[in-house]
């Protein structure tokens, strides 16, 4: 029967860049998908690559700066590889922030604009005389990007098995040995649970991930270049692709596995959006749709090795899975393969939670 070096659980954004880091470093690997690979959190996303302190939790910074960073070239690699585009853009965002927080913070890397400049780096607002800041950063189509990175990992020899679900992971008898899925089972000596929301749902551990829901809309505007910026807002966040559609978000939700919107949620950040851009009065909706983000007790990722031999998790990357790929990729091939890592990992260690190895859950 055929083995792995690795087997990753998930075939999103976090399993296909970990998928093709460890065949980069010459390992066999196999990617179990229960659906079609890039379908869930990495197909809903908006794909803002933030990683400014306000928005990003404090242990969280020091991997999103480094993963920012990583991102031209991580695109790069993965467009010529796959011959696919990203759409990765670095015009910058304008954001509008909450009125308690309208002075500029000093050592922020919020840049404060004066309504001419404002005005000027985007005629189609309807107000510029709102305080607002510029920050340097940039988006990502997220659809494109997990379609290049699957295209990527089939082209570098990763074996891909779609419409199979994973039980669990199985034990022989101290160590991993590799997963049950509905219809059979895969051999491998190292397992990766990337996963996403359902990661705890996969005995024998119980990770405390929950699903997160965000909806969002998407706009094709009459005429392109409406907008240049990402625009956030304490109300919506725009977020313009190179092709004339405008992406329109969100909402945070604890509402289960339940992935449907709904007309008034859809409606409100439409109404929002022109509030914002009265232009887009004239957009058509494209599509709308929602999204699970794998959520965590603390808000901060689980990365590192289990207590369970040859069982690693790389999951509950919240609402910074786009951004948080490369560097996840890196670190956890580093940890797979028993090198030093380039960065601690305490602060997401599955052992802060006692999830225990149970196989009741
Ligand atoms: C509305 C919205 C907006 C967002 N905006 C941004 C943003 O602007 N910037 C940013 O960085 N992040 C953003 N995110 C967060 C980002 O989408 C996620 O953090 C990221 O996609 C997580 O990737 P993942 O691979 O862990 O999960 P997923 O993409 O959900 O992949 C997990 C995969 O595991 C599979 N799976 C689950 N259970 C099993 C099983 N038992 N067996 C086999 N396969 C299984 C699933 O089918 C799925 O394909 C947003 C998310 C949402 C929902």
């Not at 919240?318 to 490369?326: E, T």
Request: charged fraction near 20%; proline fraction near 7%.
């Amino acid at each position: 029967m055929k083995t792995w070096d690795v087997i990753i659980i998930g075939g999103g954004i976090i399993g296909l860049s970990l998928a093709i880091e460890l065949r980069q470093r010459g390992a066999t690997v196999l990617v179990v998908e229960r659906g079609e690979p890039g379908r869930e959190a990495s197909h809903a996303a908006g794909g803002m690559l933030v990683d400014c302190a306000a928005e990003t939790p404090a242990a969280l910074q020091d991997l999103a700066i480094a993963s920012a960073r990583m991102y031209p070239e991580f695109v790069q690699g993965l467009q010529i590889e796959s011959g696919m585009k990203v759409d990765l853009r670095d015009q910058g965002a304008i954001v509008f922030p909450p009125p308690e927080h309208a002075q500029e913070r000093p050592g922020s890397k919020l840049e404060s604009l004066l309504p001419a400049s404002l005005a000027q780096l985007e005629p189609a607002l309807a107000d510029h005389e709102r305080p607002a800041f510029f920050l340097k950063e940039r988006s990502v189509d997220p659809r494109a990007i997990t379609a290049a990175a699957l295209e990527t990992a089939k082209r570098r020899g990763v074996d891909i098995s779609s419409g199979e679900e994973v039980d669990a992971v199985n034990l022989a008898p101290d160590r991993v040995c590799g997963v049950t899925t509905r219809k059979t089972l895969f051999l491998a000596r190292k397992v990766v649970n990337c996963a996403g929301a359902w990661s705890g749902q996969i005995a024998p551990h119980n990770f405390p991930t929950r699903p997160v829901k965000g909806q969002m809309l998407c706009l094709i505007a009459p005429s392109r270049g409406v907008l240049t910026h990402v625009i956030r807002s304490p109300e919506v966040y725009l977020i313009p692709r190179s092709d004339g559609r405008i992406l329109v978000g969100t909402t945070v939700e604890e509402a289960g596995f339940d992935k449907r919107t709904d007309v008034a949620t859809i409606q409100r950040l439409h109404r929002a959006a022109i509030a914002l851009v009265p232009e887009l009065r004239n957009a058509k909706i494209l599509e709308d749709w929602a999204g699970l983000r794998p959520g965590t007790p603390d808000a901060l990722p689980i990365l590192g090795q289990t207590s369970t031999p040859g069982y690693y998790v790389a999951t509950g990357h919240f609402r910074d899975g786009i951004l948080l790929a490369p560097i996840t990729a890196r670190v956890m091939a580093q940890v797979i393969s028993g090198d030093r890592c380039d960065h601690d990992l305490t602060a997401f260690s599955p052992a802060r939670f006692s999830t225990g190895s149970s196989r009741h859950h």
